[in-house]
């Protein structure tokens, strides 16, 4: 797979949670969003197409992008996507496409501001 640099126009920042797996003074799940890495970085992005597209669609997945990055470790299920006001929960781990470690296909789910 060969993204051109040209298509890296979407500036993003990945995201986990660093009080994953604690609780607030509520005992709701406690949030504490931080950059897993400390520079942004610039993405390819896709709504799903093909199989993909239809096979999603079977979950009403309308909302789903997918994000073409350089390689980076480091990125789990659960993290999410920011791209400037919109952000996006990263479904599954990444998919390294080529086995090269040159490309990751990480595959979100838009996260609507009234928490759908």
């Known amino acids: 797979m060969a ?3 040209g298509e890296l126009r979407h500036c993003i ?3 986990y949670n660093a009080a994953l797996g604690q609780t ?3 005992s709701f799940s406690a949030e504490d969003w931080r950059p897993l890495c400390s520079k942004s970085l610039y993405a390819k992005k896709d709504g799903l197409k093909g199989r993909l597209f239809y096979q999603a669609a079977a979950a009403q ?3 789903d992008i997918m994000f073409t990055i350089r390689y980076l470790e480091g990125i789990k299920a659960g993290m999410r996507v920011i791209e400037g ?3 996006f929960e990263v479904k599954v781990s990444p998919i390294d496409v080529d086995g090269l470690r040159q490309w990751l296909e990480v595959h979100t789910r838009q996260v609507l501001q009234n928490g759908g």
Request: no cysteine; proline share 0%.
């Open 61 to 63: 997945a309308e909302d």
């Open 24 to 26: 607030d003074e509520n």
């Open 13 to 15: 920042t990945i995201q």
């Open 85 to 87: 006001s919109e952000t």
């Open 3 to 5: 993204v051109k640099a």
